[in-house]
Nanobody, 124 residues
């Protein structure tokens, strides 16, 4: 059974940083791509960043390029999202996803495997 357990998130002021973590189990983490998505109230889910553990392909949405960094610790089966210089428009519930399809220009969830969600709220 695929399980994704998230931690991190919270309330910060604009310009501050947060780190999200996602511990994965139930599949060979090192062989697959994983990623981060977010959904703000009243908006559709948005892909933020994805990473292929097998070949290093990385995707970032234009809205977070240069501010967010995705990383992966294969030994710990853990995915991270370091978020710097946060903006009020980054406020959303963030979800990690397993078994995604990632290219340098896109990221799509292949299956319905999601973490429980982490609220990130950025005040101005």
């Amino acid at each position: 059974e695929v399980q994704l357990v998230q931690s991190g998130g919270g309330l910060v002021q604009a310009g501050e940083s947060l780190r999200l973590s996602c511990v994965a189990s139930g599949f060979r983490f090192a062989d697959y791509a994983v990623g981060w998505f977010r959904q703000a109230p009243g908006k559709e889910r948005e892909e933020i960043s994805c990473f292929s553990n097998s070949d290093g392909r990385t995707y970032y949405a234009d809205s977070v390029k240069g501010r967010f960094t995705i990383s992966s610790d294969k030994a710990k089966s853990t995915l991270y999202l370091q978020m710097n210089n946060l903006k009020p428009e980054d406020t959303a519930v963030y979800y990690c996803a397993a078994l995604v399809i990632v290219t340098t220009s896109s990221c799509l969830p292949l299956y319905d495997y999601w973490g429980q969600g982490s609220q990130v709220t950025v005040s101005s």
